[in-house]
């Protein structure tokens, strides 16, 4: 299952993602980490925030 999706972020439009993940301090001090898949123009954004 896993390999489609991989087919699939490898071809066409997908090229253009990436999947991006960051250490966030949650409100109770541990950290938690934040995952999303960011178009490559937005990578900064999604760092910043």
Known sequence: ???KVVA???TGKGKNYTKCIKMVKSPSGSYVFEEGIVHMD???DFFEK
């Open 8 to 10: 699939s972020l490898q």
């Open 1 to 3: 299952m896993a390999k």
């Open 42 to 44: 937005l990578i900064k």
